[in-house]
């Protein structure tokens, strides 16, 4: 192995563990904000909020980027430009906690890359970036549910170019103390 390859795979590897550091620190920070809003204005029985990213989509497509934002504060972003880890990690839970009540807004940005092999191989050379976002009312005593799902639209008839799509699964429901601990 020459010098130049060396150092190239030592610069890849650092930039490997400074992305990951990047991510934990969006993370960190999020979840920080997110408590001291509540401990600032939080009132009343509380609100919760649970958020989990799931990748549904075929492997024509590979998951390059993720960017998710509670009201314009990070809450994962993680950048993979093989496309393995996202693109096999199917379901990733990323909040599970409290929010204060009131309006709020996910935004979602997704980005793919063609992966095509076959009679799709065209697909490769392409490059798809979705960005969609959901706004939602945390209520006292409720308990919102947001399923963040990359998935492929229509059928068989639908073009490949025109398949990648975001949608959100929303459910609300009255909110249970978790056994064994304290509300």
Request: charged content about 25%; hydrophobic content about 35%; aromatic content about 8%.
């Amino acid at each position: 192995m020459s010098a130049d390859q060396e150092y190239g795979l030592k610069m890849k590897e650092l930039e490997d563990s400074v992305a990951e550091l990047k991510e934990q620190i969006f993370r960190s920070k999020a979840k920080l904000t997110l408590l001291t809003e509540q401990v600032q204005g939080g009132t009343g029985a509380g609100s919760r909020i649970v958020i989990t990213h799931k990748n549904q989509m075929g492997g024509n497509f590979l998951l390059v980027e993720v960017d998710y934002f509670l009201d314009g504060t990070p809450l994962w972003q993680e950048l993979d430009e093989k496309g393995t880890k996202l693109t096999a990690m199917k379901e990733h839970p990323l909040w599970d906690g409290n929010i204060i009540e009131g309006s709020h807004t996910l935004t979602v940005e997704l980005k793919y890359t063609g992966n095509g092999t076959g009679i799709w191989q065209y697909l490769s050379g392409y490059e798809f970036k979705l960005k969609d976002s959901v706004t939602f009312t945390a209520e006292p005593g409720k308990m919102v549910t947001i399923d963040v799902v990359g998935f492929e639209k229509g059928n068989f008839t639908t073009e490949m170019t025109e398949r990648p799509g975001i949608r959100f699964d929303q459910s609300v429901q009255n909110d249970k103390p978790i056994k064994g601990k304290a509300k």
